[in-house]
């Protein structure tokens, strides 16, 4: 962008710091007023980092890593317990304001009123409030009391105000839980068209799509603390393996009857080697040793999808196809094989089980290793549909028609 | 996008630069506060005018109850001072006396109470958005102002109706309301921050505007209170303008000494109070 200021930083954290005191609820009363030290935490220790003018920086962590308490301190909402930030320009940060409005006001009496509350001038709204009337999609019902309407207007009119702001710096912060697909993407051309206008960008996001989407650069929050500034792509990468690493405590399995016992299991890429991380739509196949003592009949395998909230998206089982199973004496292996995964991008929890005649559990087994799913062959949605794309060209001509299957060129397209 | 294009090159010449420090008694909030406070001049606007139009919305008789209010009090305490009582009023006809008195004590009461609630009332907006949130009891202080402005149309009446003759005198009003407004966001100001970590303070508020009604020349003249101990009935600064203003509007001498000690006084905590404001706000988000 503009080199014109080089020495100047448009945010410069120093050393910053934000220590909460923990309210203790079943505190005895009497001890109220004594000046025993209240509960310390510690949410940000020690951040420094700096944004250049123009630059895109995204900010991502866990969830309680401090993301939020970063957010209100650099939108000035809270004072920091030590260090310093340097704010250059006018910072806004992009929220939803709709719990500002008051519900006896018209849709245009709060657009005035959030974005006065926002540091807009009165004759700037009055200058884009066409565009944000059309940015919300609130047409008519713009003059109409904020009590009738639906909760997207609401939602979408409280956002819209906040997005119209010409910052220096903006500060985003969970765009993508606001409104519906299409409110979402026009949110993302806005934040792309001021990023282009040499806006400054700071993304805190849990959302790790859009930072890989919008950012140039990207810091890793943990715990409080940066653990790493690098390209999106590799914080990105960072997260979703420390993700994957975080030992969930799975319950020892319900072993009734351990005649069979399922002795391993992991995901291989096509040559046999051990995989963490696959792309939507990449090949995947899951190995399952098992060792049987006696022989036994009505055996069936299944294997689990779970999500980090614990959600099974998927699961197959073996009977599907072949019936149950029966299993002699002996170790052996089965293998669970597919061509295109569909899971969306992600981290996610494998369990297998090994289970008799549909009901009772021989064994249950959840891989020790998280299979982290990277943004591959799909372009938004909750899952991917193996496809194919076909072009057939009208018979206008006397020619008969012909299929005409896209080749790689297409594919691309595609990812 | 071209014209995003446009308009961030054309502030490009000037950046403020803004410093976000921990909050500590040293830096005093001086004039960097009364900066930012400048550049939200709209926001104080508008906000008042909004805290004026929802305050009376789907109410039949509108802002007609910025004067009922007051005056419904008045025939209540005119019935029972002036007709059981026998409160002196100092040769003006005792309605006209207290309605006098509860004017300017209506703006105090209402600036300080709705005032101190405010920062949480409006936690919302707080925990949200940064602005100088000394914003929020201000406008609850001009909404009472307007009010105030309503309510005197009732005043003149009764002036005309009592043949009392306004004269130039009557202008004292002016400063006496200014002062008066200065002192009620002062006080709406420190109880407003208190209040965000000591929530007992909206609750006793109520019984202590009460008590200070009573120790206010408000239903009495000042000249009521025995000499020996007035010098610590007129630190109380409602005391001034109180009396100050009722006699301005009937067109009596001034107690310039009450008012004089009232003016000190405020002088002295605005200043104070804004210091503590800026100080407990920079963690209000953290509590509220």
Known sequence: MSSDHSGALDLRLRGVGKRYRLAMPDRPRKRRWSRQRASEFWALRDVSFDVRPGETLGIVGPNGAGKSTLFKLLAGISSPTTGEIQVRGR??????????????????????????????????????????VEFAGIGAFIDTPTKWYSSGMYVRLGFAVSAHIDPDILLVDEVLAVGDEAFQERCFERIHALREAGTTIVLISHDLNAVERLCQRALLLQSGVIVAD?????????????????????????????????????????????????????????????????????????????????SVLHCQQTTALDGYMSLDTGSSEIEFSCDEIGLQPGVYTI????????????????????????????????????????????????????????????????? | MNAVGVAAHAREHARPIRIIRPPTWRNLYGLDAIARLLEYRDLLLTLSAHRLSVRYKQSILGSLWAVLQPLAMMVVFTAVFSRLARMPSEAAPYALFAYAGLLPWTLFASSVSSGTTSLVTNAMLVTKVSFPREILP????????VDLVIASVALVGMLVFYAVPVTIHALWVLPIVALLGAFSLACAMLLGALQVRIRDIGIALTVVLQLWMFGSPVLYPLSAVPHSARWWYIVNPMAGFVDGFRRAVLGQRLDLQALAVASIITAALVPLAFVVFKQLDATVADVV
Not at chain 1, 110 to 131: C, D, F, H, W
Not at chain 1, 391 to 413: I, K
Not at chain 2, 138 to 145: N, Q
């Open chain 1, 91 to 132: 910072l806004a940060a992009m929220i939803e304001v709709g719990s500002g409005f008051h519900p006896e006001l018209t849709g245009r009496e709060n657009v005035y009123l959030s974005g006065a509350i926002l540091g807009m001038r009165r004759a700037e709204i009055t200058a884009k409030l066409p565009q944000i």
């Open chain 1, 230 to 310: 690098a390209p999106p792509l590799e914080i990105v990468r960072k997260h979703r393996q420390w993700a994957a690493a975080v030992n969930t405590s799975v319950p020892a399995g319900y072993r009734h009857d351990s005649v069979v016992r399922i002795t391993g299991g992991g995901c291989i890429d096509a040559l046999g080697r051990p995989l963490t991380i696959v792309r939507t739509g990449d090949p995947l196949r899951l190995r399952l040793p098992f060792s049987v003592e006696a022989p036994i009949d009505g055996v069936a395998f299944e294997v689990f999808f779970t999500t980090q909230g614990g």
């Open chain 2, 138 to 145: 201000a406008t609850y202080v001009i909404a009472a102002l």
């Open chain 1, 351 to 415: 369990t297998a089980l090994a289970s008799r005649d549909g009901g009772s559990v021989l064994d249950s087994h959840t891989f020790p290793a998280r299979l982290v799913v990277e943004p591959g062959k799909m372009v938004r949605g909750y899952f991917y549909m193996p496809h194919r794309w076909t072009m057939r060209r009208h018979a206008s001509s006397s020619q008969s028609s012909r299929d005409e299957a896209f080749g790689p060129a297409v594919r691309r397209v595609v990812r």
